[in-house]
């Protein structure tokens, strides 16, 4: 339990400057792009590292098939992908910003995000 202190300890230590770090890990996200696809590629979407849907594509094949409720499954699945890896980048990032020191918790946190 106490093997964390050390490392919870610096960060407070450095808390002062944990704004300006926010503020330059959001703007790295912003330019960064996750992707995900369903459907073998039928369905394709691109996320910003802030969750902006970037681009979202739809092939003509599956355009031409005319089927809704496939477009309708498809579509959200893809952008489950992208939105997991979306987290993933915003769990890199805090590790990043907190030098990688183990905080008990913080990947369920960032998971609930």
């Known amino acids: 339990m106490f093997k ?5 300890a610096q960060v407070l230590r450095n808390a ?3 704004g300006e770090k926010v503020k330059e890990m959001r703007e ?4 960064e792009v996750a992707s995900g696809s ?3 590629g039928m369905v394709s979407v691109e996320i910003s590292g802030i969750g ?3 681009k979202l594509r739809l092939s003509p094949e599956l355009m031409a098939q005319n089927d809704q409720e496939l477009i309708e499954e498809l579509i959200p699945a893809a952008m489950n992908e992208a939105l997991a890896k979306v987290r993933q980048m915003h769990v890199e990032k805090m590790r990043e ?4 020191i183990d905080l008990p918790g913080l990947d369920d946190a960032l998971a609930n995000l």
Do not use: C, I, P
């Not at 964390?4 to 919870?8: D, E, F, Q, T, W």
């Not at 790295?28 to 330019?31: D, P």
């Open 4 to 8: 964390n202190l050390n490392g919870l």
């Open 16 to 18: 002062s400057s944990m």
């Open 28 to 31: 790295q996200l912003a330019n």
């Open 38 to 40: 369903s459907g073998g």
């Open 52 to 54: 902006e849907v970037k």
């Open 97 to 100: 910003a907190t030098g990688g």
